[in-house]
């Protein structure tokens, strides 16, 4: 019950057929993926959080090709 946001992450799997796209604003950095992610969650250290300025930075990890 401490870490809703954890939770609720994890729960919204990726698809194994899904493919996400993706990239950062200046579109200097583009990406591609496709199947299960094989970790998924939150962060709130002071790093994430002073990139994203948001108090928490969701993310998502894949195997690379």
């Known amino acids: 019950a401490?870490?809703?946001h954890?939770?609720?992450a994890r729960?919204?799997?990726v698809q194994p057929q899904a493919v996400l796209e993706?990239?950062?604003l200046c579109g200097a950095v583009r990406y591609r993926v496709s199947g299960p992610?094989?970790?998924s969650g939150t962060c709130h250290?002071?790093?994430c959080r002073k990139a994203s300025s948001a108090p928490e930075l969701?993310?998502?990890q894949f195997l690379l090709s």
């Open 2 to 4: 401490g870490k809703p």
């Open 45 to 47: 250290c002071r790093t």
């Open 11 to 13: 729960s919204a799997a």
């Open 22 to 24: 993706g990239g950062c």
């Open 58 to 60: 969701p993310y998502a």
């Open 6 to 8: 954890e939770a609720s």
């Open 37 to 39: 992610a094989i970790d």
